[in-house]
């Protein structure tokens, strides 16, 4: 069916965040094994006290991400019913619903896929100071990014930042600071991002939340708003991944109209999503903005957990980003074969039950060519000297004497690829005068009645 991946995806997704690597336990003793590996700065830190305080903000958002599984067990019936469906398709759904009663928070969820490995899908939503390069840009109504940049690097996998929107009117300009903090649960191929605004008011000090006010600037001609959530993302494939975001939102507004829920839920998250899926394109391909940051210790700990396994090599990914996609085809399964000639895919599959003659004469002449090249290799399994793959590496003169101690073989190699290029022309040429000799139908032209001038 249609959705049938994505509700596979989901229910994988469900079944971890419910696992016993997610337990309060489990994410206590993890936590604090992420928080070593990093250096605080300054003596005053207290080091347990913040892993208790990160490991009770981890379990809050774990919690809210059950709070939208499909198992029964790890959401109620009445937390579900809450949530409205504002869009579903085979790539994103979006959901929405009222905070708790008594407070003006408001609860967005959105998940999908991303086509790409979880490495540069977290780089592209992590990095602050590059997403004015893909976020959605409206003039009607108007929606901008007018700034985003980063206050402080906490430490590795934390991070402080200032966003500042335009939103539609009537309202006024906000921002926020969000501090961000990454958590790996590599057991579950998992990764989480927790976002939390830090209200103007609140006095952060190094020995309370790790992290101090230095470099955050006063409110001045903008409101903050308020915002709990954060996102995780976990591999499907090499080159496929599985998201899941949720934030509770304050946007300081006394009544909430639904218009601009509904803008936010399906033209904003709708269009984000393809923009961010483009953003992520150019990344796999090599986009050179985000080169250097691919380069730090955090996506390169994540390619090495993640992707080593897969014959791929994180060391080198951040150097030529451009080689990830290259490596990822070869080592995918379920590519898609080339399209076939004279016809759609669907055109072929309602055809795969007759073959013609011709190729059934071109797959036998391919047979005898594969035939050929296994002739090259020796005995134990390695190339031949005669074979290509040792041939490119060395020099023309060497190659030709080589050549020379296999005639026989290079002469029926000339012979079968002749026989090859022959049949593959006859072949197009049936094609197309086939093609060519189906009846056309013949457009009607529409009268236009003396009414449709007007």
């Known amino acids: 069916m249609k959705n049938q991946r994505m509700r596979e995806s989901r229910d994988r997704f469900d079944r971890s965040l419910s696992s016993n690597n997610c337990s309060k336990e489990a994410i206590e003793a993890l936590v604090e094994n992420q928080l070593q590996r990093s250096a605080f700065s300054g003596s005053q830190v207290n080091l347990q006290t913040i892993v208790q305080k990160r490991a009770q903000e981890v379990s809050i958002f774990l919690d809210m991400l059950r709070s939208a599984s499909s198992n029964p067990n790890e959401s109620s019936s009445s937390s579900q019913n809450d949530w409205k469906l504002k869009q579903e398709s085979d790539q994103l759904r979006v959901m929405y619903r009222e905070g708790p009663p008594g407070t003006p928070f408001h609860t967005l969820l959105a998940e999908g896929f991303i086509d790409g490995p979880v490495d540069i899908g977290l780089c592209v939503s992590w990095e602050a100071t590059l997403y004015k390069n893909w976020w959605p840009q ?70 309370t939340h790790g992290f101090s006010n230095a470099g955050v600037p006063d409110a001045k001609d903008a409101v903050r708003i308020d915002i709990v959530g954060g996102f995780a993302i976990q591999k499907m494939t090499t080159d496929r991944s599985y998201f899941r975001v949720i934030a ?43 080169v250097e940051a691919l380069k730090e210790t955090m996506y390169i700990r994540i390619r090495e957990y993640l992707y080593s396994s897969n014959h791929l090599k994180p060391r080198d ?52 060519a594969i035939t050929v090249f296994r002739h090259l290799r020796s005995p134990n399994g390695e190339p031949s000297p005669a074979s290509p793959a040792i041939r490119h590496s060395r020099s023309e003169s060497a190659s030709e004497s080589e050549a020379q101690e296999h005639p026989s073989v290079l002469e029926r190699m000339s012979k079968v690829f002749d026989e090859v290029s022959a049949d593959a022309d006859a072949t197009r040429q049936a094609t197309y005068y086939a093609h060519r000799s189906k009846p056309r139908k013949k457009k009607l032209k529409k009268k236009k009645c003396f009414v449709c001038f007007f």
Request: charge should be negative; glycine fraction near 4%.
């Open 138 to 207: 409206y003039n009607v109504p108007t929606f901008k990014i007018i700034s985003s940049s980063s206050l402080q690097k906490v430490r590795i996998g934390e991070e402080i930042s200032l966003i500042r929107v335009k939103p539609p009117w009537p309202v006024t300009e906000r921002e926020a600071i969000l501090h961000s903090f990454e958590v790996e649960f590599f057991q579950e191929q998992l990764i989480l991002v927790l976002l939390k605004t830090i209200p103007s008011t609140e006095k952060c000090d190094l020995s």
């Open 317 to 368: 990914l951040p150097q030529k980003i451009s080689e990830i996609e290259e490596e990822q085809h070869s080592a995918a399964p379920h590519s898609n074969p080339p399209p076939t000639l004279g016809g759609s895919a669907g055109d072929s599959r309602k055809n795969e039950e007759y073959i013609s003659p011709e190729v059934v004469q071109a797959l036998g002449i391919l047979d005898e």
């Open 248 to 290: 509770n939102m304050d946007i300081k507004l006394d009544f909430m109209p639904p218009s601009l829920i509904n803008f936010i839920s399906r033209q904003l998250i709708g269009n984000g999503h393809k923009l961010y899926q483009k953003a992520v394109a150019s990344v796999v391909r090599g986009d050179e903005k985000y």
